[in-house]
Each structure stands twice: as C-alpha cells, then as structure tokens.
C-alpha cells in the first residue's frame, strides 16, 4: 500500500494529474485496490499520466487506520 501517496492526495485539491512514472504505478495500486478513484493512461502510453478525482470511503478509512497505528 503507498501509504505516503495516499497521505499526499488527502492534502491536495483534487482533481490531482500526475505524471511521475513511479506515482501513477502507485496511483494505479490504489485504484485497483478500491483505495482511490482516478484515470491512468494506458501502459506505454506517449504521455503517461494519473488523474487523481478522489480518495474513496476505503481508502480514508486505511488512511486514519495507519495513521492511528503510527500514533500508537
């Protein structure tokens, strides 16, 4: 889980586009984890990108959790 991404697009006005190839894998993670709603552009893509629309009720919820851990 990129725990430090999720933290990252919880600070941030979304929609967020990234285009750093090793964040959109990790976007891509979160998505198909059900963590975050977003589009990725196609693997190989010319212009590779993530649009970043949301963090879903699941992923706020893994958010708080590892959060509550590292207080604990």
Do not use: Q
Not at 35 to 60: D, E, I, K, Q
Request: aromatic fraction near 4%.
């Amino acid at each position: 889980m990129p725990l430090n991404l999720l933290r990252d697009i919880s600070e941030k006005v979304l929609p967020w586009t990234i285009e750093d190839l090793e964040d959109i894998e990790k976007v891509r993670s979160l998505r198909a984890s059900g963590h975050a709603a977003a589009f990725v552009s196609a693997p190989g893509s010319a212009r590779p990108y993530a649009r970043v629309l949301a963090l879903t009720p699941m992923g706020r919820e893994e958010l708080k959790r590892c959060l509550a851990e590292a207080i604990a």
